[in-house]
């Protein structure tokens, strides 16, 4: 919510609640310390005042509490779609196992494939990284200098010693030669001496201006490690750095968990995909936003495609769908052109969350649709389908992909804010030192608000005083820039 730190008592931004809450606040401020004298039974679960059931006939009001009665909290909802992943892992696991891979063209690919080093970034290692060599393979300097035997002073040899080269002649005691980083250290060699530790004299004898030492600079075949030495463990995020290490262990693929392949489905013939809104038409805001925003959470977007307010085009395209998740915008509530739960009542999927209890995005949805494919249906507002996208897809997608979850942290708020009464609610925020400013511009429609945001916090039930501590959901380029998020 907006914060309010000039703001007392029954003020509130209503220009950033949908009606719904706005009467819900209303509501809730007049009934405070009492109750409603109008037939409502109370739900102990989160103290919600719903209505009884009235059979078939039941008012809209009715069904909107029984909806939101029915919907799951927020922590529960991210619970459920992280472990739904787990599920789809383990079913793929063992169809590949059965099978070797999938048959069907549009199931959702195979995991744990071999990809390309240039091609690994940001994914997980599926299989431990193991050395297939010794590093350094070879004896080799570590400094430009010269590669003495014995004691000095050192005749020096007229050619010297260069990387890349095959393996010099052994020296002899009292011999030197010219060497640089990183060549192959000749045979009986003692010591590195460096350029500037050493000096000739008119007779062309090295002279070493401070004490050498047995095995100085010399990088010993197997420092780093032995042929067959486990570098890093199953679970390990690729970053440059892997990719280095794996390089310089003679690998050329990775063996890896792809990342998750995601279709996103546009609904709603209302939606222009260029110019100025007009008669009554506005401009699709999710289309361009949500691909580069699961790109930024790990995803591969496979589609994006643009389908209307049209059933049949709608059934078509799930049952035909080759993503490990097909994602959806608008068309969860229960309106006449509203046909994602119909669609996914026809094909059979199973509900795993239908309406979480966060606002915006309450009428959110995650749907099983084949023990390894999901659906994630977001509200069609553009900051709802925010909060739809981190609630249900983030975690699904951070799974399937085998990341760890993030460690959650907390920052104190500067200003109040307000909550809804029942349910968890999330605000956009700048960090400014060590506290967390909640923004304006916060509504479900809105994303001016969110786009100045660093991350989310997340209100509890009734609001937060300044300086409580609240988590923070961070937005995926607010720290690396989303050019380079590895995640």
């Known amino acids: 919510m907006t914060a309010r730190s000039t703001r007392t008592g029954a003020q509130t931004d209503a220009e950033d609640l949908d009606v719904e809450e706005v009467l ?4 809730d401020r007049r009934d405070t310390g009492r109750t409603r004298d109008s037939g409502l039974t109370s739900d102990r679960a989160s103290g919600e005042q719903v209505p009884p059931p009235t059979g078939p006939a039941q008012s809209d009001a009715s069904r909107t509490s029984d909806a939101h009665h ?4 927020w922590p529960q909802a991210r619970d459920i779609a992280a472990r739904a992943a787990r599920a789809a892992r383990a079913a793929q696991a063992a169809e590949a196992t059965r099978s070797g891979a999938p048959a069907d063209r549009r199931a959702p690919a195979p995991r744990n494939a071999p990809v390309p080093l240039d091609a690994a970034l940001g994914l997980t290692l599926a299989a431990p990284l193991t050395a297939l060599t010794d590093l350094p393979s070879f004896d080799t300097s570590a400094m430009d200098g010269w590669a003495v035997a014995g004691p000095g002073p050192w005749d020096v040899r007229d050619e010297g010693v260069l990387a890349g080269h095959a393996e010099p002649q052994p020296l002899s005691d009292g011999e030197a030669v010219r060497i640089a980083t990183g060549a192959r250290i000749p045979p009986d060699t003692t010591a590195v001496l460096r350029s500037e530790h050493g000096r000739t004299d008119g007779q062309g004898r090295l002279h070493a201006t401070r004490e050498t030492k047995h095995g100085q600079d010399i990088r010993p ?8 030495d486990q570098l890093l463990p199953v679970g390990t995020l ?9 390089a310089a262990a003679g690998y050329d693929t990775l063996t890896v968990v792809p990342r998750p392949r995601v279709e996103v489905l546009v609904l709603g013939d209302e939606l222009l995909t260029a110019g100025l809104p007009r008669e009554g038409l506005i401009r699709d805001a999710l289309g361009p936003m949500l691909p580069p925003w699961l790109r930024a959470l790990g995803a591969e977007v496979i589609a994006v495609r643009r389908l209307g307010d049209d059933a049949q085009a709608l059934h078509k395209a799930i049952t035909t769908s080759g993503a490990d998740l097909v994602l959806t915008t608008g068309g969860t509530a229960s309106g006449p052109v509203d046909h994602v739960h119909p669609t996914l009542q026809r094909i059979g999927a199973e509900l795993l969350v239908n309406g979480v209890k966060v606002r915006p995005g309450h009428p959110m949805l995650l749907a099983r649709i084949k023990e390894n494919q999901h659906l994630v249906g977001l509200p069609g507002n553009p900051l709802a389908a925010v909060s739809g996208l981190l609630t249900l897809a983030e975690p699904l997608l951070r799974t399937l992909a085998a990341h760890p979850a993030p460690e959650s942290y907390t920052l104190p708020l500067r200003d109040e804010v307000h909550g809804h009464p029942y349910d968890t609610r999330l605000i956009p925020v700048v960090l400014r030192g060590d506290s967390a400013v909640p923004l304006h511009y916060n509504g479900p429609a809105m994303l001016r608000g969110i786009a100045a945001a660093d991350a989310l916090a997340v209100v509890p039930p009734g609001g937060a005083r300044a300086g409580q501590e609240l988590e923070l959901l961070d937005l995926p380029w607010a720290s690396a820039g989303i050019g380079v998020c590895f995640t």
Do not use: K, Y
């Open 24 to 27: 819900a606040l209303v509501n």
């Open 70 to 73: 029915r919907a799951t909290p």
């Open 221 to 228: 075949r197997g420092q780093e490690c032995r042929n067959g």
């Open 238 to 246: 690729v970053t440059p750095a892997v990719l280095g290490l794996a």
